[in-house]
């Protein structure tokens, strides 16, 4: 991969930038695991040079960011130094460093941290201007906040439907449809969702939007409201008793957790199984002929699965926010840089140009066709106080431990709702 800098160039911001003695704001620079685009043992701990931006990434795409760094460097007189890091550890650490005017300028990260970066005041927002139409829109409203952009969005993720096609030949219009022809095909299971003792809400949020049941309403901007809970409204208590009858008839089942559902799909027990992009590649070393199709409908509306987005955030305390700006719209944005992050990483490109290339693999072609049509995972911190409550109370209710389904459904919500409140 080799980004022409030059066809990247908008206006005179290049020439601004290289005017500019610019400093990063990790001066004092207190990052852990450090490695540069020119030199991997180069030191953390050193003052960072005049015309510079740190740039937190995981290690499985810094060769990526390695090459656009250098062309960068090459157009602009500004270095990029990459700090490897523990994708895991990458929020704790951005938020414990930054208000202390450490860490990065740059970080890789999941949208779903943007709501508690915000309100921790620990990045600003990014001028996209024309830029965003480059990219997915539902990567761009993942990435936002408030009605403002915060970010770059590089990958999507998100579930979609695997048919075994020898054991079912066409894609189910409906759930019904689904567990009829998962019964017709005499498999052990009419079809596989990981559910486990304590719910997967992720797993089974597309049924759940099917009834009309989102997680929060939205704002003018489109944004979630936290305030808005519509959990249990009426779409919800629907889903709400759909749950108790799978779990009684058996198509729901606690014991199901991911490595069941993996195993048993694998294995052929089933013509379906509700999953995301990493388990293709078992399902095509065990030779089973795949169709990745849309989830069915359970309640009439459309199925939406959860669109889970990563992308790269400027930090609030650089000195050198046209540099990452032009960095990240202009570099890390563009069709050849998000085709190569694609390729180390699998997952559908933000970026449109790249991701129309990608569709030639007919695996990302199907799950970002179906990503498309879904929703962002929400990015508000009151989602921290969402999650326990909501998949335990799917147990309860798929177990039939909860003997009143839409009791059980109204209590979790104002369980939600009295912590969401503290």
Known sequence: MKVNARSLIVGGAMTAIAALSLTACGGSGTTTEPTTSSSPAASASAPAEAGSLTVWVDANREPVLKQAAKDFQAASGVKVDLVIKDFSKIQEDFLRQVPTGKGPDITIGAHDWL?????????????????????????VNAMSYEGKAYGVPYATENLALLRNTKLADKAPATFDDMITAGEKSGADFPFLVQVSETGDPFHLYPFQTSFGAPVFGTDADGGYDASKLELNNAGGEKF???????????TLKTSVDSDIAKEKFVSGDSPFLITGPWNVEAAEKAKIELSIDPIPSAGGEPAQPFVAVQGFFVSSKTENLLAATEFLTNYIGTEAVQTELYKVGDRPPANKAAFEAAKSDEVVAAFGEVGANGVPMPNVPEMAAVWEFWGVAEADIISGKAKDPVKRWDKMANDIEAAISK
């Open 240 to 250: 709400a008793k759909w749950m108790a009858e799978q779990g009684k008839e058996g």
């Open 115 to 139: 709501g508690n970066l915000v309100n921790n005041g620990v990045v600003q927002p990014v001028e996209l201007g024309d830029k965003a139409a480059d990219f997915q829109d539902v990567a």
